[in-house]
């Protein structure tokens, strides 16, 4: 088996493996637990890019890996030691090395779950309009990047590759997954952001908001599951550019955003090919986030 780090799905001799292909991880259903495997596809509007970015995916898998470990919550990792999978994936262990773990099952709540610690992106958008992120109205007085008062939290729907998230307010959220849940999600995402964020601070990063997901375990209790704090799913500021009235240069998705926008990409597919310097920048803005953040070199 070889695993295409970009687009192509694991090719082994594993029988009928079940497998869900998402816009950047393919999930395998190992039976009684997950191997979820992180390409170097990147998607941006919940578009899929034609070509990808060389080890991004071991980005995306380390970060989650060291964020999951220093927030300590309940989550879903077996583990990521390839020397500890299944004796039938031992063949495949170089692919899978460093960008995989196993993973326990969980029923995922249809949710996702945004902390807003600074107004920008759509919230700054909806606020200059309406003085509301969400639905919830603020203050008179923010800037674009400016730091809010309080953590918000921003829920939105999951949608299927190729559509968008919609935000939906605390009412919509309680909703869909009751108000009990509801209650759990907003108190989880804003404890987890607010301890990332004083952490990333005192290494001169900004987290200027990130998404979380979580799912169910057998007894009910609430798991952090998916990606965590990764460049892919949160705005990273550099505390040394960082200044009220614009968004500074970040390291995370947005730079792959501000180039589409600049060729006026329509946000719809099929999405344009990736020039090799737009390529080679991204990779080099999501080590330095993973590197900045962990305090690790990258394991390549």
Not at 59 to 65: E, G, H, I, T, Y
Not at 182 to 199: F, G, P, Q, R, V
Request: hydrophobic share 40%; net charge negative.
């Amino acid at each position: 088996m070889k695993y295409d780090k970009n687009h192509a799905l694991l090719e082994c001799e594993l029988g009928a493996l079940a497998s869900k292909s998402g816009k950047v991880r393919d999930v395998f259903d190992l039976g009684d637990m997950l191997l979820m495997v992180v390409t170097d596809r990147i998607s941006a509007f919940d578009v899929i890019l034609p070509n990808g970015v060389p080890d991004k995916g071991k980005v995306l898998n380390q970060l989650s890996l060291f964020w999951l470990d220093f927030l300590g919550m309940k989550n879903h990792l077996i583990t990521a030691d390839v020397n500890e999978y299944p004796a039938a994936l031992h063949p495949y262990k170089d692919d899978l090395r460093g960008r995989s773990m196993l993973v326990k099952k969980v029923n995922m709540v249809e949710v996702e779950c945004i902390a807003r610690g600074y107004l920008t992106g759509s919230g700054w958008k909806e606020y200059r309009e309406k003085r509301t992120v969400n639905g919830e109205p603020l203050r008179e007085g923010y800037q674009n990047a400016s730091k809010l008062d309080n953590v918000l939290f921003t829920p939105t729907t999951k949608a299927a590759i190729g559509d968008h998230d919609e935000a939906i307010d605390y009412e919509t959220t309680e909703k869909l997954v009751g108000a009990q849940t509801a209650a759990l999600l907003k108190d989880a995402t804003i404890s987890l952001y607010s301890t990332a964020a004083d952490y990333a601070l005192k290494h001169g990063i900004i987290i200027a908001d990130t998404k979380f997901e979580f799912g169910k375990d057998a007894d009910g209790s609430l798991i952090l599951a998916d990606e965590v704090l990764t460049p892919d799913s949160s705005r990273f500021w550099p505390q040394s550019s960082y200044a009220v009235g614009s968004n500074p240069p970040s390291l995370d998705k947005q730079f792959v955003r501000d180039w589409l926008d600049s060729i006026n990409f329509n946000h719809r597919p099929p999405a344009p090919q990736l020039p090799e310097d737009v390529i080679r920048r991204t990779r080099d803005i999501y080590i330095k986030a993973y590197e900045s953040l962990s305090g690790k070199k990258l394991e390549i």
